[in-house]
């Protein structure tokens, strides 16, 4: 489990569990599963979401996140 993962579920750095049957683990990762299974209401498609999930390019981080707002507020033009 990454250190952020683990801060959102509300545990501290040094309460991560090791136990793969710790509630708070388990019922993280449900959390994170149920996520997974929506699809997020950002005006972006699947693949532009792919693409703003794995670029490191502050350029096409803000292209989209820009081009899913437009669409969103109906301004895209």
Known sequence: MTA????????????RPADPTDPRLTGGLERLRA???????????????R????TR????????VVLGLARITGREG
Request: aromatic fraction near 0%; charge should be negative; proline fraction near 5%.
């Open 4 to 15: 952020g993962i683990a801060r959102a579920l509300g545990m501290r750095d040094d309460e």
């Open 35 to 49: 996520l997974a299974r929506e699809r997020p209401r950002n005006g972006l498609s699947d693949a532009e979401n």
């Open 51 to 54: 693409t703003l999930a794995t």
């Open 57 to 64: 390019r502050p350029d096409e981080i803000a292209a989209r």
